[in-house]
């Protein structure tokens, strides 16, 4: 067994993540959005990753507490989102396989008080000219 034994483990993180991740579903079928959810994704017990797709694009939202901006790595092949992060106490490196291929050229990424939000065009509808 690792440091974080079960015995150690708080009784609430369960329940938590089972209410987030019924919540993002209601979401999600409210907006006739596909919406998948990491609650421990491999930054922790504080970190949140969710994904979610329309007709047009991706959107991946990462909550990064105690991470400041210049401590974000991102990276992305068109199906594979690679997220680093480092804080003063801790680095992070999290692969997240997308739900559909993105034009990851034509990513946009926001960092605002913790929360890394990334849109992906869909290659799918990304125009293509032919000449």
Known sequence: MGPRDRDDRDPFDDIFRELSRMMDDMIGADM????????DAGFGDDVHITTEEDD?????????????KEGIDIKCDGRTLTIGAASDRRQYEE?????????????????NNGILEVTFPRADSADINLD
Do not use: S
């Not at 047009?56 to 400041?68: R, S």
């Not at 396989?97 to 960092?111: N, S």
């Open 32 to 39: 006739g959005v596909d919406v998948h959810t990491a609650a």
């Open 56 to 68: 047009e694009h991706v959107y991946v939202v990462a909550d990064l507490p105690g991470v400041e």
């Open 95 to 111: 692969r997240l396989r997308l739900p559909t291929r993105v034009d990851e050229h034509g990513a946009k990424a926001t960092f």
